[in-house]
């Protein structure tokens, strides 16, 4: 029997369930020096299932402690996603004074009495001891709406301004706020969305917070996941709104036809950020996959990853402000060797290799448009595998190609080429790409455009080839960095 995180395709940098199914990040909050992951969680196979919440905490949101589960099923249903808050002021009178603890907010997903109708509700959970052991308010539900099918996901926070706790709930195809002093009673305040944005699938995971323009002037962000309707041929993806938050009502800063997304590669789904972070950070962590294919990867003791933690920021660009993001300074703690080599002008037809001996990688390279239509990187995993991550300078797009990539066999929705229109900036695009045994992840022009993309290729890599096509590209501050487990200690 092959060890446990040694197994094919396991994912050596990126957070990973120890067995068995896992799929949204649930619960993320900072508390007493550590920062806590719950998950939905499958414990008794590796496709979708009875949901509970999986654990574990972590000193830097790169090395994990796998904690036990921290909420099973009860009567009122199975334990669907939800988040978690310090209760600093004992609001809800859950504590001791002068000790906060945790209060976890989630949805219990159940049925209807006497029928098969789904029921979802809103409940609360609570903790004294950092998370460790969880007692289930006597009180719950807290939140129900007979009338709305979809009803989950509730991500709340305290709002300094109106001294109360506001709540954004997945409500079908919209997001419902509601307000409250305590947590335990909840009060309709204002819904957003019915003509905004994409409306591909079922409105899932919200999440609002304030953020600084350029460092100035804060505006409010709400992240919106849509789930797989088979409206889209991309399957599951994540969308944001920009604008205003007075304590019960969004206003979107575009006109409803506006779509901004997150991310443009396939695999980055149900994101949210984390809670009660003390350094003024907004972080982020998706769950790395698509519900188009999420059930049958090629993976068997364990299925699914999270994406790399992400620092989120707004930034003006020539398209108006836009979602920044970037890998956590955190990273540096499993950087090992660097090689930089020189910069080098790229011929078209003559293609530059650089050898690869390792399987976990990061690679910083900026590259500069002279007189080429297309330039890139290649990842050669093997004869007959690659990847490619280049530029269309025609149509001024970034792109993932991994229709050649390894095991596509799952799937027909997996082979797929990754697209993001992009503007160069001086004809410059810098490209930071992590490369993980299953996934890569590529931020261009220091995160103006993500993409995220699960592979699944046969072998390690053997090299990067950087090319440039109908003329030249140059290429300067290139390095190579190898990358260590997070397992390996």
């Not at 099923?73 to 906060?100: H, M, Q, R, Y």
């Not at 409206?231 to 019960?248: C, E, L, N, V, W």
């Not at 890569?440 to 096509?469: M, Q, R, Y």
Request: aromatic share 12%; proline share 4%; net charge negative.
């Amino acid at each position: 029997m092959m060890q446990t995180y040694k197994e094919q395709y396991r994912p050596q940098f990126h957070f990973s369930p120890e067995e068995k199914w896992m799929n949204d990040p649930n619960g993320m909050v900072f508390f007493n020096d550590e920062y806590h992951l719950f998950y939905q969680y499958h414990p008794f196979g590796t496709t979708w299932g009875p949901m509970h919440w999986g654990h574990a905490v972590s000193k830097d949101m790169i090395h994990w402690e796998h904690l036990p589960i921290a909420l099973y099923p009860d009567d009122l249903g199975a334990i669907f996603s939800g988040s978690a808050v310090v209760d600093w002021n004992n609001t809800t009178g859950f504590f001791e004074k002068d000790k906060p603890g945790l209060v976890a907010i989630y949805t219990s997903a159940g049925t209807y009495p006497d029928s098969e109708r789904p029921l979802q509700q809103q409940s609360l959970a609570y903790s004294k001891d950092n998370g460790r052991t969880w007692v289930k308010y006597e009180g719950n539900p807290v939140l129900s709406d007979v009338n709305i099918t979809d009803y989950r996901d509730p991500k709340v926070f305290w709002h300094e301004e109106t001294q109360k706790w506001v709540m954004v709930l997945a409500t079908g195809q919209t997001i419902t706020i509601y307000t409250s002093l305590n947590l335990k009673e909840w009060e309709f305040a204002s819904e957003f969305g019915h003509t905004a944005g994409s409306h591909d699938g079922v409105w899932e995971c919200p999440d609002l917070f304030k953020l600084p323009v350029d460092g100035g002037q804060e505006k409010w962000v709400m992240i919106v996941s849509i789930g797989d309707n088979g409206q889209s041929a991309k399957g599951s993806r994540t969308q944001y709104f920009i604008g205003q938050f007075d304590g019960t009502t969004f206003v979107n800063d575009h006109d409803d036809s506006t779509i901004l997304w997150l991310d443009y590669g396939r695999d980055n789904y149900a994101g949210v950020s984390w809670s009660d972070i003390q350094d003024g950070r907004r972080i982020y962590l998706g769950w790395m996959s698509n519900w188009r294919y999420a059930n049958q990867v090629p993976t068997e003791a364990w299925r699914s990853a999270m994406t790399l933690p992400r620092e989120l920021s707004l930034t003006s660009t020539e398209n108006g402000v836009r979602l920044f993001q970037k890998p956590v300074a955190e990273v540096h703690t499993i950087r090992k060797e660097t090689e930089s080599y020189p910069d080098i002008a790229i011929e078209s037809g003559s293609n530059v290799s650089v050898p690869v001996n390792n399987s976990l990688l990061e690679l910083t390279i900026e590259f500069e448009k002279v007189t080429s239509s297309q330039f890139g990187i290649i990842i050669q995993h093997s004869d007959e595998e690659k990847t490619v991550i280049g530029y269309n300078g025609i149509e001024e797009k970034l792109f993932v190609d991994r229709t050649l990539s390894g095991d596509n066999s799952f799937s027909t929705s997996f082979p797929a080429v990754q697209e993001a229109a992009l503007t160069l900036a001086n004809q410059r695009l810098k490209l930071q790409l992590f490369l993980d045994t299953s996934s890569i992840e590529v931020f261009a022009n220091d995160g103006e455009v993500a993409v995220t993309s699960l592979l699944f290729p046969h072998k390690a890599g053997k090299e990067l080839i950087l090319f440039s096509n109908e003329g030249t590209t140059n290429a300067a501050n290139i390095k190579l960095t190898e990358l260590d487990s997070i397992w390996s200690r």
